[in-house]
Structure formats: C-alpha cells, structure tokens
C-alpha cells in the first residue's frame, strides 16, 4: 500500500472511482481491439496498476491518470503485437474442412500451373525475370529494384510489363485454370 494513503476511507473511495470508471475502459478497450475478452482483460491489467500507483488528489486527476493509463497500456500492446506477431488460436474444425477441400486431382492441376509458370518464367532473359520475380514476388519498390540492379526506374518498368505480357500469352496458350 502507499506510505501517503492517510487512511482506509480514502483507498475504499479509490477502489470505488477505479470500479465506476470500468465500464468506459471496457468499452474504450472492445471499440480498439473488437473483442470483449481482450477488452476485459486490458481493462484488469490498468484498473489494477491504477490502485497500486494511486494517491490521487482529486477525482479529475484519477480519471486522467486511468486513461492515460489505459492508452499507455494500449500502445504497449500494439508494439508487442508488432515485435513478438499476433497469437492466432488454432481451429480444429476449420483445419479438418481445409484439408477436405484439397483433393489429389485439385493437387494435380495445380501442380501443372505452377510448372507452366515456371517454364514462362524461364523463357525471359534474366534481367527481365529478376524484375518480375523481385516485384512481384520479393514484393521490393520499383525504385529498390532500379537502385540494386543498377538501371533506371523506366527500365524496371518496362521490363515488368515485358514479364506481365509473356505470362498473360502463355497463360492463354497454356489453358490454365482460373
């Protein structure tokens, strides 16, 4: 408890504001994140650190602390998110239905496109197929492309068109499913 806490009537009308401001830190959490777990959650994890940190000198000033809080711990969260990557929980269900989806004859004409793609690719000059495969599957800037390959931006597009058009004629050639 804090040393400055002058006695247990003041700590029993800190738990009591902390508790009436739940429900507006529920909602603030449910409206960023859309669900109402991780919202509850979120909204423990402040009200908690609000109580052990208070010795507020009036309620404006325990509102003010709570949602800055509250928005400090909502950062918090997103950086995690961006540095450790988001938690998905596996669905059994949806996985059994995935793996009924794909059947042999499914795996087969797949494979067959994938080899026609392939063989497309490898009938552009290598500078041609380096834009492509850098653009579109490296996912790199045309400017990033232009800089490491040591041309110009006009080059890396005109290369990329040329790689677009021989796919689209060999795809037409080859029937390929859509």
């Not at 109580?51 to 309620?59: M, N, Q, R, Y």
């Not at 990557?85 to 004859?105: C, F, H, K, N, Y």
């Not at 390959?149 to 060999?170: N, T």
Request: hydrophobic residues 45%.
């Amino acid at each position: 408890m804090n040393s400055d806490r002058v006695s247990h009537g003041e700590s029993a009308s800190e738990a009591l504001l902390v508790a009436q401001m739940r429900p507006a830190l529920v909602k603030y959490f449910r409206r960023k994140c859309g669900s109402t777990e991780e919202a509850e959650d979120l909204a423990q994890d402040v009200l908690v650190r609000a109580l052990a940190h208070g010795g507020w000198k009036s309620p404006e000033q325990a509102k003010g602390y709570i949602f800055r809080a509250a928005v400090n711990r909502w950062h918090d969260r997103r950086r995690r998110d961006r540095t450790h990557g988001v938690t998905v929980q596996w669905d059994e269900d949806a996985a059994s239905r995935l793996g009924e989806e794909i059947t042999p004859e499914r795996v087969l004409v797949i494979e067959q496109a994938f080899d026609h793609v392939v063989a497309a690719l490898l009938e552009l000059n290598d500078r041609t197929r380096d834009v492509f495969i850098l653009i579109r599957l490296e996912q790199m800037k045309q400017s990033a492309v232009a800089e490491m390959l040591g041309i110009s931006v006009s080059a890396v597009e005109k290369h990329l068109v040329k790689a677009l058009a021989h796919l689209a004629r060999r795809a037409g050639q080859a029937d390929l499913p859509q």
